[in-house]
């Protein structure tokens, strides 16, 4: 849809879910790496033990022996399951799903869906939404601290020297995920349980926007302040 991602969609079961291990290795390591920022979204939402595994075990280079994406896959798709099995047509429940793609869907549209992919953008989306908590006193500071350490660990793609917070206001404005006009954000409360706000200031929003356009843009020759207006 012209005006953002999942604004049209229908709800059909599957008679069978494949997951093949083989076809990880036809991917490229940028596709790899988006994978994985939503594995970590899994741990974050819903399974504390399951972030832990992935704290002391994940490499930034990603070259992990089959155990390690048997059990990641394996996991993933059973805490969605879980979800979707409770919450079919995201009535309250599924909506924790979206943790990152609030301000994620904003970034891809910011960039009319041609330099970020999903899970880079979505990698982002989760960086600021735990700062987010943060900054509205949900989330203590050692584990956003832990948060960010492992998505950091997974990487960032270089933002784009125009982007900016008006692009990425836009972007939010056509967001699915609202309540009576206001933005839903789903905010880690800890690591393994994340709770849905719909009461957020778009004050808070911006400021954490714009402090990470300033901390991505501080070593950057392309960096000046019209990025930040």
Not at 1 to 6: A, C, I, S, V, Y
Not at 161 to 173: Q, T, V, Y
């Amino acid at each position: 849809h012209p005006r953002g991602k999942n604004m049209i969609g229908a709800f059909y079961q599957p008679r069978l879910v494949l997951a093949d291990l083989k076809t990880l290795e036809t991917l490229l390591f940028r596709e790899l790496r988006s994978g994985m920022a939503e594995v970590i979204k899994y741990g974050i939402i819903k399974d504390e033990v399951f972030f832990k595994e992935l704290y002391r075990t994940l490499v930034p280079s990603l070259e992990q022996d089959r155990a390690f994406y048997e059990h990641i896959v394996y996991r993933s798709c059973s805490i969605k399951g879980e979800i979707v099995s409770a919450d079919e047509k995201e009535g309250g429940l599924r909506a924790i799903l979206n943790f990152g793609h609030t301000l994620g869907h904003a970034l891809e549209s910011a960039a009319e869906y041609k330099y970020f992919n999903h899970g880079e953008a979505v990698n982002y989306g989760m960086l600021l939404a735990s700062r987010l908590a943060r900054l509205e006193g949900l989330l203590d500071l050692k584990s956003l601290l832990l948060i960010e350490d492992l998505l950091f660990r997974v990487g960032f793609k270089k933002l784009p020297a125009w982007l900016n917070l008006e692009l990425i206001r836009e972007g939010l404005k056509y967001d699915k995920k609202r309540k009576e006009g206001r933005l839903i954000f789903i905010l880690p409360e800890k690591i393994g349980r994340v709770g849905i706000y719909s009461d957020i200031s778009p004050a808070k929003v911006d400021k954490i926007i714009l402090d990470l356009l300033k901390e991505f843009y501080k070593f950057n020759e392309d960096f000046n302040e019209n990025n930040v207006n």
